[in-house]
């Protein structure tokens, strides 16, 4: 009964392609650089001892990154809505 009222109101979305996986990942770049200089107190959780971001640890990456993955999701559908990608 409800299942067909809740499949009606799921909007459109597009499928998989290189142009949602290139905004993705230019969204979470550009959360991951704004944080590395935003947040105040970091370093409190376990380091990332690879790119030469000493001080920005595994908590800020997760943080940044799940921004990241929000803003890109609220990209990929914003565009694809308006008809910018398929």
Known sequence: MYTNTLLT???HTSPWSIQNAMIMIIC????ISIGRYAIKVRGLGPGIPILGLEGFGLPELLATASLGH???AASIIGLSS?????
Request: no cysteine; hydrophobic share 60%.
């Open 9 to 11: 109101i799921v909007p």
């Open 28 to 31: 979470n770049l550009v959360s």
């Open 70 to 72: 929000i803003i890109g």
């Open 82 to 86: 308006i008809g910018i990608i398929n």
